[in-house]
């Protein structure tokens, strides 16, 4: 029995959960499931992130105490988990005593030893943004998020040695190609990695923010969010500082699935963290991707973050589940729509796999008595069923283990498919008119057992109709045995047909109707454009097109604008010793993945300009307006730096 240890982030308690928050804890719950399933000794946590700005901020606004406002707010979150089917072992808030007291002893324990020092800070504070900033960040001079005026500000705070560790870490990294997954994330944090990493400022003056744990050593102050939060992957397992009092046996996770936004906190504060406790990191970190609303971004000013109970409302919480994992690559951004969500719906779950178990059921239910019949001899294209599932186990299993949710369950319908075709070239109902009933009762034994594997596969995602396909099946529990075989059914054993497990979704419910409608209304107006006048495009001559320098660029990285949505900062190489940095409006049509090892077509000459406050040094060329449709395509064989006319 091997031991299996996954953690979700601790979500903050300053709103209500999302489909963001609900795909994450799915994602951990379904791997957790299947461990289960095949006996391991699974510890899943989850839980919620108490403290901090964002915290005291929505308290305040509801005027109530934070701790107040914390024990409302949680049990969203934990009514969100139960109507979700989530089998969580372990619930922590980190306003929890167990927790607290543990970060103070690990916060005295590290300042003793020199890891935690006082030093005094200093920089541009923004009072209404409550952050400090370089003075490169500033915009004309003011904070670049609320545009106030901002001051000097000189701070004594407390620090972590975060850059003693960073050889450690970096060396870890090369040592455990599977710490960080996918593969674009350890690329992002190696490049992290490349710069100097200094120390982690963890202490807010009580003065600025006094919801916190109370720094042990110093009562003016209280501990960062961050520091805090990320403790509670052990002090839920039990680790204490002293080892008279530790009694964790759960480190190192086995998983740790986490959002992209928080990758770098995860991958670099708390492994240097762990490091300073003499801990290794989990053996996976995993960042999946971003979720974005009817193809725009979630947020509570567009009026269109999806509650997950109007989901769980108007489809049933189990394709809900099965929809967040297989619309995307697990680790890959995507877009939640609704009308993609019946396509999906209606295609994998009504037609291929609820249609296998029904259309079968019906069969047996007519020619062969309704009982699972007794296998015949197999013929060459049963073998080839027969190989097809046990390769089929493999795969999944494989796929599923390495968080490859969508892969896997791709993998599975491929057999679930098969049945269907199998079904519909062995001709059952030519079978029973030609009164052939062994071989008739082999064919539909067969399509039943497939039906028999998917139910157990599936049962990590889709447990209770994975439950209700068995008893169908006249099976009374789900057991992980003889899914490499097509011979797993009691001979015999009554069957029922019943109503088929998923059916044929004909329009989407009035409440999904009801509430995107709402979402559309509640969207900010618009603001009306200004009618332009029709600029008048001056012909130039070709000497005025001469001075345009275009260039062929080859994208060597790409990173998120640090202040701008629309915006991406690129690093291409055409052709010069050194790399261009392009600040480009592209971020709506291209994903930083998708443009690293692209070639593109660069105006090269154009003046150097500063885009919220990021140097630009060239401009792409790309079809489209603001809404970008395209980049410039440039034909294969062109290299960095040739001329483009
Ligand atoms: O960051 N798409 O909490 P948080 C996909 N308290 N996943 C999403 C998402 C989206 N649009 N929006 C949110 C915090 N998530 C800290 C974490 S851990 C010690 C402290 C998911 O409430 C995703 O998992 O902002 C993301 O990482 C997490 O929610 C952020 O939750």
Known sequence: MSRFYVTTPLYYVNDKPHIGHAYTTIAADVIARWHRLKGDDVHFLTGTDEHGQKVYEAAEKRGMTPKQHADDMVQPFQNLWERLGITNDDFIRTTEERHTTVVQAVLVMLYERGDIYAADYEGWYSTSAERFWTEKDLVDGKCPDTGQPVHWLKERNYFFKMGKYADQLRQWIVDHPDFLRPDSRRAEIEGYLRKDVGDLCISRPKTRLPWGIAMPFDA?????????????????????????????????????????????????????????????????????????????????????????????????????????????????????????????????????????????????????????????????????????????????????????????????????????????????????????????????RRALEICRIAAVLTSPIMPEKSVEMLEKLGLPEIRFANLDSLDGLIAGATLTLGEPLFPRMQKLPDSILAARKAAEDAAPAKPKKKKKKKKVVEPIDIADFAKIQLKVGLVVSAEAHPDAERLLVLKVNIGEPKLRQIVAGIASRYTTEDLVGKTVIVVANLKPAELRGVMSEGMLLAAGGREVVGLASIPEGATPGMTVR
Not at 349 to 356: I, K, Q, R, T, V
Not at 365 to 394: F, I, M
């Open 220 to 444: 003016e102050y209280v501990t960062y969010v961050w520091f805090d939060a990320l403790l509670n992957y052990i002090t839920a397992a039990g680790y204490h500082p002293d080892p008279a009092k530790n009694t964790m046996d759960r480190w190192p996770a086995t998983y740790q699935i986490i959002g992209k936004d928080i990758l770098a906190t995860h991958a670099v504060y708390w492994s240097t963290m762990l490091f300073a406790l003499g801990l290794p990191p989990a053996q996976c970190l995993y960042a999946h991707g971003w979720w974005t609303v009817e193809g725009q971004k979630m947020s509570k000013s567009l009026g269109n973050v999806v509650d997950p109970n109007l989901l769980i409302d108007a489809y049933g919480r189990e394709p809900v589940r099965y929809f967040l994992l297989k619309q995307i690559p697990f680790g890959g951004d995507g877009n939640f729509a609704h009308d993609d969500f019946m396509g999906r719906f209606n295609a994998d779950l009504a037609n291929d796999y609820g249609n296998l178990g029904h259309r079968s059921l019906s069969m047996i239910g007519k020619w062969c008595g309704g009982v699972v019949p007794a296998l015949d001899e197999p013929t060459e294209r049963d073998n080839a069923l027969t190989a097809l599932a046990q390769r089929t186990l493999a795969e999944y299993t494989e796929q599923l283990e390495a968080l490859q949710f969508s892969v896997a369950f791709e993998t599975l319908w491929g057999l679930v498919r098969a049945g269907n075709k199998y079904v519909d070239s062995e001709e059952p109902w030519r079978l029973n008119r030609e009164g052939n009933t062994a071989r008739l009762g082999g064919v539909m």
